[in-house]
């Protein structure tokens, strides 16, 4: 989910007056000023999006909050940013404006239904809280396109399916539909976040089948994906290598002192690719003076893997 939960939060980057229409759908004309959440009281927050938005009559706060992944706690953790922004604006005499604040659901499995705190112990001491919800899949595809927002666009496929429709309809509708988009590189970008985020409910041959490499070579957000992926293998090529070459040196230490291997103890160490247990191992190899100690060592560490 690492590289979906980037593109949601890329996708929010690149267009997110659409996400505001979406959530403020009746105002016609806003300034939307982002805000520094790293500003607001200094508790560990993993806050998303935080913005002030101006309609010309009133001034107030979005949050927006993308959810990939189920989580118990969620309910609790909105009221809580809450309470930050107010602290925030309290501390700093903006008052305590309007929060209009919003969860986004992208997938079904992801869902959690939110609990209404309704909590009462006098009418001094009362709380009524709640929040908004979007379901990605409840969204017509349809409004998003008349309405041109263009930030959701990546995110048509995951959208209402008509009756009608087949998988292949939707696909082609999103690749048309983004094609649309005249700025080069965002509807480069726009292809790359639809191309992954798909793949959690789409054949990947479909989807190949509409995005073509060079479609997307002037997407930044493809080009650090790349890149990203670059590192990770030269990192793991690198960790391969090292634990490779430790299993090498324990099984040279072994023959030097015992002249035969055992098959077992050899496969044994084989199947180990931690870097820790491989180092625990090899300073104890050099201490043990005979093979079965080595052995029973090696299926210690084994079964507590």
Not at 59 to 64: E, F, G, L, M, T
Not at 86 to 105: K, R
Not at 144 to 150: D, G, M, Q, T, V
Not at 162 to 172: H, M, V
């Amino acid at each position: 989910m690492a590289k979906i939960d980037l593109s949601i939060k890329r996708l929010m980057q690149l267009r997110l007056q659409d996400w505001i229409k979406l959530i403020v759908p009746n105002v016609k004309k806003m300034e939307i000023v982002e805000m520094d959440k790293e500003k607001l009281p200094k508790v560990k927050s993993s806050m998303d999006k935080l913005v002030w938005i101006d309609d010309g009559k009133e001034r107030k706060i979005i949050n927006i909050e993308p959810q990939g992944y189920k989580d118990a706690a969620f309910s609790a953790r909105m009221l809580r940013y809450r309470a930050d922004i107010w602290e925030y604006t309290l501390t700093n005499g903006l008052g305590n404006p309007s929060i209009i604040q919003t969860a986004v659901y992208f997938f079904k499995k992801d869902i959690q239904e939110q609990l209404a705190f309704n909590d009462v112990f006098d009418e001094n001491c009362l709380i009524q809280y709640k929040y908004s919800m979007i379901k990605i899949w409840n969204l017509s595809k349809s409004f998003i396109i008349k309405n041109k927002l263009i930030g959701l666009y990546p995110l048509l496929p995951l959208m209402k399916k008509e009756p009608t429709e087949t998988d292949e309809d939707i696909i082609e509708l999103t690749i048309d539909t983004i094609n649309e988009v005249e700025n080069e590189p965002l509807r480069a970008d726009l292809l790359s976040v639809m191309s992954i985020i798909s793949l959690e409910e789409y054949a990947s041959e479909l989807i190949k089948k509409y995005v073509r490499r060079e479609m997307l070579m002037k997407s930044t957000l493809y080009q650090e994906w790349v890149e990203e992926e670059r590192k990770e293998a030269a990192a793991k090529a690198i960790k391969d290598t090292t634990i490779n070459q430790m299993k090498k040196v324990i099984l040279e230490l072994l023959i030097t002192k015992f002249d035969y291997i055992p098959q077992n103890i050899w496969e044994n160490l084989n199947s180990i690719n931690d870097e820790k247990t491989l180092e625990i191992l090899f300073r104890k190899t050099i201490k043990i003076e005979f093979i079965e100690d080595f052995e029973k060592l090696l299926e210690k560490n084994i079964n507590n893997d």
